[in-house]
């Protein structure tokens, strides 16, 4: 299948990579010619503009962004929507605000042109691992799309069956799942990287408790000194609270015990944001998640070992720095 795709960052170039290796054609730009030229060496078509990259794709068309949500994703779509013609289907695998979705959508489709959002989890492990997809849009839009989605996806052996699904297995077994009309992909993701901010604040919240074990206090006959990596390298065996997230920990503390390369200063991509705003606006509660959030504002202004095992996670699924 062919697919334009726009914006080469960590996320981008990888789901490139992973849809050259089973097959697709890639018709690739980013402002960064030395991220395209990289891929047009792995075979992807280089673009030297958004232009260019139109006119290498065969109509009715298929592009993908996967930009950082904000200006530079408002942008692009406006001058894509000069290029798109009736027919062509956009997507957005940003983190962008499901809300910003609708509009966009309706706005298209004036013009002929069909939209779905897709909240991509994977990170920088997602070339080997692959893609979890949460996808948005409507349904003849969504199944243009499946062969894309599909092969960006981790499939079933990316985890046992769960006991009592039987028969053909369902999307979400292979790793993508189309949860309802236009936004809905990306609530999905946005509520998806709440609940991720509130799992890592509950590991750094314990390992700050197991280190404060080993301090000295004169009105205490206890101490315990916890060899803080050996203890997650141990939880990862058979604890109920083993993850993916705490196999990265133990990978973090195992390579660094006192993870002296963070400041354990924790910057919000704003999904955590959007996740609270919406929770108010509904008038649910979720108290975890909020802290997580705070917690993560309050890491600016001094830091605990914990707030330094965030930046470490961080790092180790996303490839985000603190700075």
Known sequence: ????????????????????????????YDRNAAIVQQLANEGAVAARDLRDLMQRLTPPR?????????????DTIQELRLLLEAGDLLVDGGNTYFEDDLRRWHELKRFGIEYVDV?????????????????????QAVARLEPILRDLAPG?????????????PSACEFGYYHCGPVGSGHFVKMIHNGIEYALMQAYAEGVDLLRAAGQRQPDRDWRYEFDIPAILELWRRGSVVSSWLLDLAAAA???????????GQVPDSGEGRWTVQTAVNLGVSIPAICE??????????????GEKLLSAL??????????
């Open 292 to 305: 997580s959030l705070f917690a993560r504002f309050r890491s600016r202004r001094g830091n605990s070992y």
């Open 156 to 168: 079933m052996s990316a985890a046992p069956r769960t006991p009592g699904r039987t028969g053909e």
């Open 253 to 263: 503390t195992s390579r660094d015990p006192e993870l002296t390369a963070f400041t």
């Open 1 to 28: 299948m062919e697919l334009g795709m726009i914006g080469l960052g960590r996320m981008g170039a990888n789901m490139t990579r992973r849809l050259l290796r089973r097959g697709h054609r890639l018709v690739v």
């Open 314 to 323: 961080r790092e180790q699924f996303g490839g985000h720095r603190e700075h």
């Open 119 to 139: 909240g991509v989890s994977g990170g920088v492990w997602g070339l080997e691992r692959g893609y979890c997809l949460m996808v948005g849009g409507e349904t």
């Open 62 to 74: 298929l592009v993908w962004l996967m930009l950082p949500a904000g200006q530079i994703t408002e």
